[in-house]
Structure formats: C-alpha cells, structure tokens
C-alpha cells in the first residue's frame, strides 16, 4: 500500500511487442487501487508486480483501441473467479459499457463483485471524487474520441502549531474546523486569527495521463503545472512525419508539452514497437524538457 | 517450419498464474500454423515462441469460456495491424461468433485479411479438411457445451518399390495410381498385383485435444489410437472431489483415458493455479499410463 504510487504495467502502443505490453497503469493510493486503460494481459501485469484484485475499485479507460481495453473482460472475469467482494466502477465511453455488457453476458455471467458503469464523454470533467482524490477528464486529440486523466490530491487540512493550540487552550472539538482555515473565538469574544495557528497544508500533488495523442498545446493547458505528466511518445524524430496523421506525438513533442505546461517530471510511453530502444525517446525529449523518466512495465513513481 | 508440432503457448486453468498462461496451442503443420483455444495473451506468446501470424490460417474454439476464447480479439486486430493477408477461419460455436463479432465492430473494423466463421457444434463430425489433414471433433463434458479435436494425417500414399517399376518398365505416368493403391496392367494384359510393386505407406499420425471435460469412457472410445493424447488434469488426488463436480478431471483420470484409449503418448495441462508443481500431476498419472509428458509454454511436440 502507498500514498500515491504510480505503476507501469504496459507502455508499448497498439501491439504488444517482446519488450512492451500495451497500456496499462495502476495507482496505488492509499487502500485502493485505480487502473488507467486495460491493454491484454494487464492481469497478469497486476499479479507480476503484486497489485492485489481485491484493492482495486476503478477503472479508467481512455479511449475504445484494443490497446486500452482488451484487458478488460479477461480481469473482470478473473476478479469473481478469486470472488473479489465490494465493487468495481469502470469509465468508459457508451460504446464501451456496450461491448463489455456483451462480453461479460457470455464469459461472466455472475460476479462476486457489484460493476457499475460510469458513461464518459469527450469533455472537462470531474468523473470521480471523494475526500482524498479528484478524478477529472480532458480531451485528447487521437483518432477517435480520447480523453485523459487527472489524479489531483483534494486539499490537505493545514498543520496545527502545537504551541499555539496548548497557549489558547483550545478544545479539542474546534481542531478540525481550524485546520480547515476557521478562525478560534475564544470565551471572551476574543478573534485568534487561524494564521497565528496554524502552518501551511502540504500541497496536493497530481498527477496526469495522457494517451494517445497527436501534438496540441491545448493539452499544456490542461495539464498545467502537475506534478507528473504521462504523456504518450509513439514516436522518435526519425519517424516524426508518422505521429499527426496516425494521432500521435514524438517524444521531442511530448517534451515540449511538459515545458510549456511546467509539469514536474515527464514520464514517456507507449512506444512504437519499431523501436529496440527507448534512448532516442528520452533523448530527444529531454532536448525540450530536463526532467524526462522512460516508463518500462514494472516502474514505479512515488508523488507522494 | 514443422511437419506436424505441436506447441504449447498456455496450459494453465481459468486464471492466468505466475507459472502458466491460459489455454492455447498451435500446431506447425507444414505450411501453415492451425490454433486451438485462444486464452488472453495468445498474440504474445506466439510472438516469443517466434510461431509467424502470417501463417495462420485455422483458429479452433473448444468453448467458451474467457480462458479459451478471451485472446481472440487481441489477436485479430494485431493480424490486422500487421497486414496480415489470405484468409483466416474460426471455428466456434454459433454464440462465439456471434459476441466476437460485436467486438470486432467495435475495434477492428477494418482486416487486411477475410475472416471465415465456422459455426460448430457439440458432435461428431469432420469440420475441416484437405489433401493433408483433417480436423474432426467429438463431444467433452464439461459444464457448458465443449468439443475436443481430433487432428488426422490424411492416409498417405504407398511406397514405390524402385526395382520393381524399373522390371516391369511402369509408365511414370502410372506411378501417381500406384501409389494409391492400384494394380498395373501391362500393354499383354498380364495384371501386376500393387502389393508386388510397394511397400506400405507410413502410417498417418494423429493429434487428440481435450480440454475442458470431466472423466468420461466415452472420452476414450473418440480419442482411441491416437499417437498424442492431450488431456486436461486440473486437479490432482488430493482435489479429486473438486473436479467432476466443476466438469473437470485428475491427472489420474487423464491417464485412465490415455490408457483404455490405448494412446501414443499423453500430454497433460490446464493446471489448477493452486498448485506449485507440475509433479503430482506426472506421478499420478504415470500409475496409470506409462507414458508421461507434463504440458509448459514453449514445450514442442513433434509428431513428424
């Protein structure tokens, strides 16, 4: 279990290839588990690197390309063969929650487990949110409808000063309320400002998905300022005159995302399997961006 | 290229383990590569066990349920991706194709190649054949609709005897008849008995699947003679109890089949992902069949 881990089970593109497994991610956030698209084999990836099935309450699917989704029937079927309990909410597109409801009516026909289906659409969008953590949608600019995602920690309580609390006398059923920014009223009548006691909150940290995508500085607007952004790089520059017609970006592209987005780290996926290497992606962008990681099935990014 | 091989690319049970990947053979016959079963990562082992797409040309369901079906979408759109060409046919039952159909229209609408549906059923009956083989299937008990397949040499032609077309001075244009099994009648009448002008053709080999049934002597009557004998053994002894009840067998069981069958050799596989070892299931089973061999991806069984 993690604060706020990000895990890399496939970042290979449309097919999977000896070295990378199509795309798939999983977040680890406190007790539960949040799965970014669900290329094939992405329960296998889930066992490989110990992500518990029962953890996991939902599914966010970026857009309707095998690649993202062809995971999906295969691990809800094995969650109810290991009788996973609770539930399971998966984000997808109409067309999507069609086919799956097809699917699973012939290889899952009961489930241990409760799927609801949350209907996306191509929009700005909070999808999910509960007291820790926002999901919110941004379009993406691919082939076909396309959205990515946004992690964003909701905003933290701020930090009490001991002293200050201990100085007023202060009860203990007025903490919560002053670490939420209130001022104390003391007996008699006297305004304690919250500034005299408290400390700034930690910042909420975020953390941004994108892919697939051609290049499009709408998507630096979106992401804007994240702590890490996943961005997908299909292609080097050699073979740059690929990635707009096919609904892609270069690495160099992605980098120039991150930099005019002012992202903290910049994580590349979703290679060509052309490739043998993943050195002239995580050259090249960090051409255009310093702070450049290639993501591999197995990574793991801690934000928290 | 094989003469006829079997390849084992999945011989695990409903969920995929650390040790074994859902059902799914392939075998090498020649010119062309024939699938049977198609669990979830299909397309990648065959890309480690370096088995070429392009020459895929008959894909056979035994049922379905996920484990055995489930890698068919991957698979069809990466054949598409890669241009594959010619035709490919899929042999499953009317709702297979029915749920694989509404998939395909959802992510691969386009193929480079021509997807033929053979509807099957639970019966006797030869669904393919040609010149060289022929696929036959048979009725498995399992708890929904299930065949096992039967892959048989066609009978093959006589051996010429060398010496004798040369003494009786035998038109070449003869020979093809000859070899089928005709006599030669020599331009004085004199009839020239076919045993005196060949030896016996080689036998033809065959190849049973069978997976997923539980213990049944009728198993036994379909598969019998065969020369390689694929018989699932999900559980061993100490589960005896779980499998008839969930349509399955114990390795035991596989070897009484394999031994009143009066077989060649016995593969066992579809292991439960409750075991660590394949070893009870070979020792089990060997008290019943002497000839042994435990199914593990990449194994290859040549019959040829």
């Known amino acids: 279990m993690a604060n706020f881990q990000v895990n890399i089970l496939g970042c290979g593109s449309a097919t999977p290839s000896a070295r990378h497994m199509p795309s798939c991610q999983v977040i680890d956030f406190r007790d539960r588990l949040f799965m970014i698209d669900c290329g094939e084999c992405a329960q296998l990836q889930m066992m490989k690197q110990r992500l518990k099935f029962s953890r996991l309450s939902h599914i966010f699917i970026s857009h309707l390309h095998g690649d993202h989704f062809l995971g999906l029937p295969g691990l809800l079927s094995t969650l109810a063969l290991h009788e996973k309990g609770g539930s399971l909410t998966i984000h997808t597109f109409a067309e999507g929650v069609r086919v799956l409801k097809e699917i699973m009516a012939v290889?899952?026909?009961?489930?241990?487990?409760?799927?609801?289906?949350?209907?996306?659409?191509?929009?700005?969008?909070?999808?999910?949110?509960?007291?820790?953590?926002?999901?919110?949608?941004?379009?993406?600019?691919?082939?076909?409808?396309?959205?990515?995602?946004?992690?964003?920690?909701?905003?933290?309580?701020?930090?009490?000063?001991?002293?200050?609390?201990?100085?007023?006398?202060?009860p203990v059923s007025r903490l919560q309320a002053i670490r939420e920014g209130a001022d104390f009223v003391a007996?008699?009548?006297?305004?304690?400002?919250?500034?005299?006691?408290?400390?700034?909150?930690?910042p909420s940290v975020s953390y941004a998905y994108c892919?697939?995508?051609?290049?499009?500085?709408?998507?630096?607007?979106?992401?804007?300022?994240?702590?890490?952004?996943?961005?997908?790089?299909?292609?080097?520059?050699?073979?740059?005159?690929k990635a707009a017609p096919r609904g892609h970006s270069t690495a160099r592209e992605a980098g120039r995302i991150a930099a005019k987005a002012g992202v903290g780290k910049l994580v590349l996926g979703h290679y060509s399997k052309s490739y043998d290497s993943d050195l002239p992606f995580a050259r090249e962008a960090a051409e255009e961006f310093p702070n450049v990681i290639t993501a591999s099935e197995g990574l793991k990014i801690d934000l928290l």
């Open 107 to 170: 290889f899952c026909r009961e489930t241990s487990y409760e799927i609801n289906y949350n209907v996306i659409k191509v929009d700005r969008d909070v999808i999910f949110e509960d007291h820790a953590i926002r999901v919110e949608t941004f379009p993406l600019y691919h082939r076909v409808d396309c959205v990515g995602f946004k992690f964003i920690e909701q905003p933290k309580l701020r930090h009490l000063r001991g002293d200050m609390i201990k100085f007023f006398n202060i």
């Open 187 to 202: 007996e008699d009548g006297r305004v304690i400002e919250n500034s005299r006691l408290t400390t700034d909150a930690d």
């Open 211 to 241: 892919s697939d995508t051609m290049f499009d500085p709408r998507v630096a607007a979106d992401v804007a300022g994240v702590d890490v952004l996943y961005h997908e790089s299909t292609y080097a520059d050699d073979n740059a005159h």
